[in-house]
């Protein structure tokens, strides 16, 4: 996993989240570079969304389930 989808699930374990909250929170990142890394956090086990629909990670961390989906 690149260094930034690492800072994205980290910023996930911390609190949910919204697309337009990771973005803004990344802005000095070029558009290209976030979206390759996001496109590896969307292939996650772990990822899900709560009630309001913002994106969060299931898995404690140190558990395995950040995984890539098969």
Do not use: K
């Not at 994205?8 to 570079?33: G, N, S, Y």
């Not at 994106?55 to 995984?67: F, K, L, N, R």
């Amino acid at each position: 996993m690149s260094p930034l989808a690492e800072r994205l699930v980290a910023d996930l374990r911390a609190r949910p989240r919204h697309f337009a909250e990771l973005v803004e929170a990344h802005a000095a990142v070029a558009w290209r570079d976030f979206l390759r890394a996001w496109g590896e956090v969307r292939g996650l086990e772990a990822l899900g969304r709560d009630e309001q629909g913002r994106y969060v990670i299931t898995a404690p961390a140190g558990e395995e389930a950040v995984q890539r989906r098969t």
